[in-house]
């Protein structure tokens, strides 16, 4: 009976350090291993809706195969998440020292320089080349979980601005003088302009408020909205 209690017990014990067994790839921030990271996602309420991802700057990758390779100045790492899709493909000079650094942020798909990454546990494959002769000098896999940061705020216009154009013409802006106004409105085809009032959100992004097409009466003051947009 012994005996078969010891048994067990040692295969629980090898099956757990199999399950520990460190990958031969990680992530570093600051030059220290990291297993987890965390990202910032403030959703904007208000006026001005919409999203905000703050990426995660200066991460570097390291290998920690026992593969002698030398220093090598077109040896690359390139690191794909098999969960989006997205990759890095950065410098790798030296073994036992970060890859050049790089960025990551959310998303689903491949986004120029930066690492895309989920919510939730994302992995990994990586490879160590040669960019010259395309030489493959080891792969491996390493896994990240990413947790997200969710806050909101309202968010309201910086400014409310009302801009004048012809109708299908020239548009005028709020800055403009008066004799610059006027100049442009005498020259309106049927004397047909339109008045827009545009909401302006942080960032410069505009929100059309109201847009009202005009034909200015005869008198002074018989101006007639013909036409309203909303």
């Given at each position: 009976m012994i005996p078969e209690i010891i048994t067990i017990s040692m295969l629980l014990a090898s099956h757990q350090e199999k399950d520990l067994t460190?990958?031969?790839?990680q992530f570093l921030r600051n030059g220290y291993p990291?297993?987890?990271?965390?990202?910032?996602r403030v959703t904007f309420l208000g006026d001005c809706p919409g999203e905000k991802i703050s990426p995660v700057f200066k991460i570097g990758f390291l290998e920690k195969t026992s593969i002698n390779l030398g220093?090598?100045?077109?040896?690359r790492i390139k690191v794909e998440n098999m969960n989006t899709g997205g990759f890095t493909d950065r410098k790798y000079k030296n073994k036992g020292f970060s890859s050049q650094l790089f960025n990551v942020t959310l998303g689903s798909k491949?986004?120029?320089?930066?690492l895309t990454v989920q919510e939730g546990l994302n992995r990994f494959k990586w490879s160590v080349f040669n960019k010259k002769t395309k030489e493959i000098f080891v792969t491996g896999y390493s896994s990240l979980v990413v947790n997200i940061n969710n806050s909101t705020q309202n968010r309201s216009y910086n400014s409310v601005r009302e801009d004048i154009r012809c109708f299908g013409g020239e548009r005028i802006y709020s800055y403009y003088t008066q004799e610059k106004k006027d100049e442009i409105l005498s020259n309106c085809p049927k004397d047909i302009y339109i008045i827009e009032t545009k909401g302006v959100c942080p960032g410069g992004q505009e929100v059309t408020l109201t847009s009202e097409k005009i034909m200015p009466g005869k008198t002074s003051g018989e101006a007639q909205i013909i036409q309203n947009f909303y």
């Open positions: 460190p990958p031969l790839g990291i297993n987890e990271l965390i990202i910032s220093e090598d100045k077109y040896r491949h986004r120029g320089s930066f």
